[in-house]
């Protein structure tokens, strides 16, 4: 069965330096991954996805993720974070057929001015 | 503008009352979802369907009834069986082709009970 972990519940960044939000998964054979962000009370918009290719994906606002097979990550990063984008951001993972995504717990991204 | 709605947005329930979540798709997606998120938790799926007249249980099916006799309708009950039925609920769609771009969301309903 699918699985994904987000081992951190609150990241804190500073206005102007970069992030990361961690993600680590469990499937069985290649993944499909996806990043989503949710604003309060609204549903998930999608962020970027990964299903084959190149291991750096770039996405919306900014936004890219880095794939590693290897250590099964799929973490989030921004070079540089502004405040708007604090948010819920969720990771993703399903397997190659048509199974429903697996959602993480999800982390709450804090930036502050 | 094609979408997913979702209606209503808030709904208070009753004890021992049925409640339907409507949840509405112009995309022509095949498969629709739903899921409940509760603090902390992420979001945990309660049923799916990829056609017409069919759908699976998720992972929280009890308590809940769907059907899907239209592509572009999904609705969801929440049946007195529910016992904690506070929560927030999301619907989903998407396509069936591999490599699609994950799910189109709506808004959500915030369901309470009082």
């Known amino acids: 069965a699918q699985s994904v972990a987000q081992p951190e519940d609150q990241v804190n960044v500073a206005e102007g330096n970069p992030l990361t939000v961690k993600c680590t998964y469990s499937v069985s054979g290649n993944p499909y991954l996806f990043w989503y962000v949710q604003y309060p009370n609204r549903g998930l918009q999608f962020l970027l996805k990964y299903i084959t290719g190149d291991n750096l994906v770039k996405g919306s606002y900014g936004f890219e993720a880095e794939f590693n097979k290897s250590q099964t990550s799929f973490h989030l990063k921004k070079p540089s974070a502004l405040v708007s984008d604090s948010a819920l951001y969720f990771c993703?993972?399903?397997?190659?057929?048509?199974?429903?995504?697996?959602f993480g717990k999800g982390t709450r991204l804090s930036v502050i001015a | 503008d094609g979408g997913i709605t979702q209606s209503p947005k808030y709904l208070f329930r009753k004890e021992g009352q049925n409640v339907t979540l409507s949840c509405e798709q112009n995309l022509n997606h095949d498969a629709m979802y739903w899921y409940r998120q509760d603090p902390g938790q992420g979001l945990r799926l309660i049923y799916y369907s990829q056609i017409v007249n069919d759908f699976q249980k998720g992972d929280i099916a009890e308590g809940y009834s769907v059907s899907r006799e239209k592509k572009e309708s999904f609705p969801l009950t929440v049946t007195s069986a529910q016992k904690n039925p506070t929560a927030f609920y999301l619907c989903a769609s998407s396509t069936l082709t591999p490599g699609g771009y994950g799910y189109t969301f709506g808004s959500g309903t915030r369901l309470t009970v009082v």
């Open positions: 993703a993972v399903r397997d190659a057929g048509n199974t429903p995504l697996v």
